[in-house]
């Protein structure tokens, strides 16, 4: 049956999507999948870190371009974005999506503590 666009009726064609208590979490693509996802969020959370030491660091004003260690937390952002492309195509995105916080757990492992804080804490209490 055609609707007026001329193409199928959606409701007799499509399957409905995927959600998260219908996933097989030992099917070994779920399980690769969320692995990608929860590294690629750790390289992504790593290069900001890199990126930021080169920052830092450039005390005469040189271009970042011309930095190798730029280019190097450059390459970590693109190969956990790439990452998490293909996460997403192996795994659900209801599982992929959420596990983009590891980006930010990781991160707060990352920085630099505080003179009493060590960086475990710091990825537990916020501070300002």
Known sequence: ??????????????????????????????????????????????SYQIQKLVHKSNRDGRPY???????????????????????????PATLVAPLGSFSVVSNAILVRPGPTLTPMCNAILVRP
Not at 69 to 76: C, E, H, I, T
């Open 65 to 91: 371009v011309q930095i190798p260690l730029w280019w190097f937390g450059f390459l970590f952002i693109a190969v956990g974005e790439v990452g998490n492309f293909l996460a997403y195509g192996w795994a």
């Open 1 to 46: 049956m055609s609707n007026a666009n001329g193409g199928a009726n959606a409701s007799s064609t499509s399957n409905p999507p995927p959600n998260l208590s219908s996933t097989n979490f030992s099917d070994p693509m779920v399980i690769t999948g969320a692995v990608v996802a929860v590294f690629g969020n750790i390289l992504i959370s790593l």
